[in-house]
């Protein structure tokens, strides 16, 4: 039912990194521009990261510059975010999207512009 699969979330203390994946077998993920946003609770959901859909171009909020990097592997039809150095300020529900191109190297940081999206995976960081 979920287009969009994510894993990889879990507890972990602040400082120590997670590898979250995002895969689907429905579809060829190496179509659509990616990205990764976050909510929460009560709060906004939030963009963290995207990857164009040829993988040449990446976009960050400032709170990801540095720490985190947005990847993707079009054999294994999956696409990552290494987040490194976390922070209690990162917990938050994550969410994989795909965006169905307009553009051929398509890049989007607005969650309106994603047509697909996966169910999320929790990730919890500890002080």
């Known amino acids: 039912q979920v287009p969009l699969v994510e894993s990889g979330g879990g507890l972990v203390q602040a400082g120590d990194s997670l590898r979250l994946s995002c895969a689907t077998s429905?579809?060829?993920?190496?179509?659509?521009?990616m990205g990764w946003f976050r909510q929460a609770p009560g709060k906004e959901r939030e963009f963290v990261a995207a990857i164009s859909r040829l993988g040449g171009r990446t976009h960050y909020t400032d709170s990801a510059k540095g720490r985190f990097t947005i990847s993707r592997d079009n054999d294994k039809n999956t696409v990552y975010l290494q987040m490194n150095s976390l922070k209690p300020e990162d917990t938050a529900v994550y969410y994989c999207?795909?965006?169905?191109?307009?553009?051929?190297?398509?890049?989007?940081?607005?969650?309106?512009?994603?047509?697909?999206w996966g169910q999320g995976t929790q990730v919890t960081v500890s002080s």
């Open positions: 429905r579809f060829t993920l190496g179509n659509y521009g």
């Open positions: 999207a795909a965006d169905t191109c307009t553009t051929w190297d398509c890049i989007a940081i607005r969650g309106p512009d994603y047509d697909y």
